[in-house]
């Protein structure tokens, strides 16, 4: 099949990148989380991808199965649960280790399963796998951006795939016999030139697409281990494992010399571009705050999505009874006003919200989730929260990651605002539902602010 998106002689593994996400985002092609740029994509699509992992005469054989944590193999991770086979995740970014065992609940239902292969079971279910540990791993399931017929795989430019690969090698987890697979969707293969893959780079044996299952007969070995030259010490002091790692590979009297250039630094060396920056807004002083609150009494105050929440601030209780936050798509030069958010946007209500629980809490939880919205009004006093999704298709993704969320012992109810569901039915863009206000007074006391916030209608 001729690819969709064609490559340029000369285009560099970034170059290739930006096609495949520009594409994915101009025919709309991937679920939440959104836009995909910087991410694996979660195209549309993928769990049916997934299905076919079934389908390899290795999968039946193998007793243990590595799967990274993208959200597109949450489908993968499944079918390995429902096979009752060992499931290993790698810890996301590899912060405080290479893996996590799932350990699903004696006799899981099929939803619990759901739940251990999201995220969220990545972090409940699941316990840590040292160096040391004996592990055999026959099937490998990573995601990428790009990938072709001939095996050639382009991640999102931070090696962590390859990087695990190659502590796998050093510990004896997978070997010349370990088959690597690749989920993707249809239009992110593309031809890769040869030149652009590395020693360091993982190559793949099959690719698994909504519609296809292509078996690649690379001609490239795979990783050997981890390469040294091309770690620093900057690396090594983010992944602590790497460090342990390392310490071990000396003992052994492999030559561990690190290099120059940090690893991570491929895509900025790539674009030339600085990293982006979340813009904070000046903090008004507190007689300014006063006079805000006198003369606009229904305005809430508004924070960045994971930025600074103010919480020294005096008064901050009463402050986040009606809090509207931003979400990611809101960003830097992106930030949108509070009447131009998309014309079919499509808010979540999340009820039974704890007392005491905390709009960090909550937005910790969102995140993990992979749910984070567009806009965030909390009205903790009245235990709900209303999340701004960029369509129906984004708040239903939404719905499904955020099914069985427990926060501080409580179960949390999350639905399509009722205001919507009927809207929802019709194919007709749906209004923002009013939360409850209290009546506005003449001179309301300054501890007030933020109480009777109106969500914005389009």
């Known amino acids: 099949m001729e690819p969709v998106i064609k490559v340029s002689p000369g285009a560099s ?232 790692l390392r310490a071990l590979e000396e003992q052994a009297g492999t030559d561990v010399t690190l290099g120059a250039v940090p690893a991570a630094a491929e895509a900025d060396l790539q674009t030339g571009q600085p990293k982006r920056q979340t813009r904070r807004r000046p903090r008004p002083n507190k007689q300014q705050g006063a006079e805000t609150a006198r003369l606009h009494p229904a305005q809430g105050r508004k924070e960045s999505w994971g930025g600074s929440e103010g919480e020294t601030e005096s008064g901050k209780a009463k402050s986040r009874e009606n809090t509207e936050v931003k979400g990611p798509e809101e960003r830097g030069s992106e930030v949108m006003s509070q009447r131009k958010l998309p014309l079919n946007v499509t808010t979540v209500y999340l009820g039974g919200i704890p007392a005491g629980l905390r709009v960090s809490e909550l937005k910790t939880a969102l995140r993990e989730r992979e749910a984070a919205p567009l806009r965030l009004t909390w009205q903790g006093a009245q235990h709900r929260a209303f999340l701004d999704y960029s369509d129906p298709q984004a708040a239903e993704q939404a719905l499904e990651s955020l099914q069985g969320l427990s926060l501080n012992g409580h179960s949390l109810q999350a639905e399509l605002a009722k205001s919507q569901r009927g809207s929802k039915r019709s194919g007709q863009p749906s209004r923002r539902p009013r939360p409850s206000t209290v009546p506005k007074s003449k001179t309301p006391p300054s501890g007030t602010k933020g109480e009777a916030t109106e969500m914005a209608e389009q």
Not at 101 to 109: D, E, L, M, N, V
Not at 188 to 204: A, F, N
Not at 212 to 218: H, V, W
């Open 13 to 244: 593994k970034w170059d290739i990148r930006q096609k495949v996400w520009d594409y994915i985002e101009e025919k709309n092609l991937a679920n939440f989380p959104r836009p995909v740029h910087n991410r694996i994509p979660n195209f549309k699509g993928a769990f049916t991808a997934c299905a076919r992992v079934s389908e390899l005469q290795v999968f039946t054989q193998t007793a243990e199965v590595k799967v990274d944590p993208d959200k597109p193999l949450e489908g993968a991770r499944l079918s390995v649960l429902q096979a009752q086979k060992t499931l290993l995740v790698p810890t996301p970014r590899l912060r405080t280790g290479l893996f996590n065992k799932i350990t699903p609940p004696q006799g899981a239902s099929k939803e619990q399963l759901r739940i251990c292969a999201s995220s969220q079971g990545v972090k409940e279910f699941s316990v840590p796998v040292g160096l040391d540990a004996k592990v055999k791993i026959d099937l490998v399931v990573v995601g990428s951006v790009a990938v072709s017929e001939k095996g050639f795989r382009i991640g999102k430019g931070e090696g962590y795939a390859d990087m695990e690969y190659g502590m796998m090698v050093s510990m004896g987890a997978v070997d010349e016999s370990t088959v690597v697979v690749t989920v993707v969707h249809d239009c992110q293969i593309v031809d890769i030139p040869e030149e652009l893959i590395e020693s360091h780079d993982l190559t793949v044996d099959y690719i698994l697409t909504p519609t296809r299952l292509i078996k690649t007969n690379c001609p490239l070995p795979k990783p050997q281990g981890i390469i040294w030259t091309k770690l620093d010490t900057e690396k090594l002091e983010k992944i602590p494992v790497l460090k342990k």
